[in-house]
């Protein structure tokens, strides 16, 4: 089973820093297999990448996704008051699927 | 506009069973797999299964912590999947989303309220 681990758990930014969020998994997994969701509170996820680095429909090009084997990374390159919120990433198997924990980007 | 919209949700005994629904519009349904995903009061996101389209079956996952309680269906002629819950614990308390989609969740409801209790 592969574990997800994002990290840091809570990311203290100010509107328009870049913002890097960590997600490592617990063995060497495909690129194709890892997305990322936005959630903010008391609404649902929000699709932001898939495949490891291809944006979703209508997002803003400020996000970003890189990596690959185990280290996977999602970019905010300059923060809008508006993208603060919790990331998860998320590994898709075939038969299973996985969110890491969540990295909370709150307002420095 | 493609919309999935959870119901069933509520207070329930440990024990007993509940059944939710997903219902969708928008789209052709039945061309898509479905998921379920839940969320514990303060806790991140966890997988609970998902049901593949009639191209593949209709055939079923879930995880591990559900299997043997939980089932899904779907029935594609009301666009509607559903998530049948037997024997609840009071670790089933969540938000329990629908999502399109069974790798790349592209679309999700807002989610239902679900709390077990005595």
């Known amino acids: 089973e592969i574990v997800l681990t994002q990290s840091p758990d809570t990311l203290s930014l100010s509107p328009g820093q870049r913002g890097t969020l960590s997600c490592r998994a617990s063995?060497?997994?495909?690129?194709?297999?890892i997305a990322w969701y936005q959630q903010k509170p008391g609404r649902a996820p929000r699709l932001l990448i898939y495949?490891?680095?291809s944006r979703a429909t209508g997002i803003p090009d400020r996000f970003s996704g890189s990596g690959s084997g185990t280290d996977f990374t999602l970019t905010i390159s300059r923060l809008e008051p508006e993208d603060f919120a919790v990331f998860y990433c998320?590994?898709?198997?075939?038969?299973?699927?996985?969110f890491g924990g969540g990295t909370k980007v709150e307002i420095k | 506009e493609v919309q999935l919209v959870e119901s069933g949700g509520g207070l329930e005994q440990p024990g007993r069973s509940l059944r939710l629904s997903c219902t969708t519009s928008g789209f052709t349904f039945g061309d898509y797999d479905v998921t379920w995903v839940r969320q514990a009061p303060g806790k991140g996101l966890t997988w609970v299964g998902f049901i593949r389209s009639r191209f593949y079956g209709a055939t079923t996952q879930l995880a591990a912590s559900v299997k043997g309680r939980f089932t899904i269906s779907r029935d594609d002629s009301k666009s509607i999947a559903y998530l049948q819950m037997n024997s609840l614990k009071i670790e089933d308390t969540a938000v329990y989303y629908c999502?399109?989609?069974?790798?790349?969740?592209?679309?999700w409801g807002l989610g239902t309220v679900v709390t077990v209790s005595s």
């Open positions: 999502a399109r989609g069974r790798s790349i969740l592209d679309y």
């Open positions: 998320q590994y898709y198997g075939t038969s299973a699927l996985t």
């Open positions: 495949s490891a680095s």
């Open positions: 063995q060497s997994v495909s690129t194709s297999y």
